[in-house]
């Protein structure tokens, strides 16, 4: 098994609402990121009455402010429970399969060189 971290913290910020987290992504993406890009793919679930477990697989890399680059393959193990707004995260285990902090060969297109 990899390297593995709980994330139970950013789950107590859902209450706050979609404004309050998509403020929250908008500061790290200004302060630590120039650019993040992350996929996830389809994993599993398993329901087990109001709760449940699921698996994703995750592909993140980008570029940081302070000039470091981050590639990383990972298995995010979440739990969820069903309350009477739908379902909800109580769990998010970020299990890192792949990590690589080597400085990326590429670059992201820009506008002014005719990307579309």
């Known amino acids: 098994?990899?390297?593995?971290?709980?994330?139970?913290?950013?789950?107590?910020w859902l209450p706050l609402?979609?404004?309050?987290?998509?403020?929250?992504?908008?500061r790290l993406?200004?302060?630590?990121?120039?650019?993040?890009v992350q996929t996830?793919?389809?994993?599993?679930?398993?329901l087990e009455g109001d709760t449940a477990s699921g698996r994703a697989y995750v592909?993140?890399?980008g570029h940081?402010?302070?000039?470091?680059?981050?590639l990383n393959y990972?298995?995010?193990?979440?739990?969820y429970q069903r309350t009477p707004d739908g379902w909800r995260f109580t769990e998010r285990v970020d299990e890192i399969k792949y990590l690589d902090t080597t400085p990326?060969?590429?670059?992201?297109p820009h506008a002014a060189e005719g990307a579309r």
């Open 1 to 12: 098994m990899g390297a593995a971290k709980t994330l139970r913290g950013p789950f107590d």
């Open 104 to 108: 990326l060969a590429g670059s992201p």
């Open 40 to 46: 996830t793919h389809p994993g599993t679930m398993q």
């Open 74 to 79: 990972s298995v995010y193990h979440d739990r």
């Open 29 to 36: 993406v200004e302060d630590l990121w120039d650019y993040l």
């Open 64 to 70: 940081m402010r302070d000039g470091s680059s981050h």
């Open 59 to 61: 592909l993140s890399f």
């Open 17 to 26: 609402g979609r404004q309050a987290i998509r403020a929250g992504v908008e």
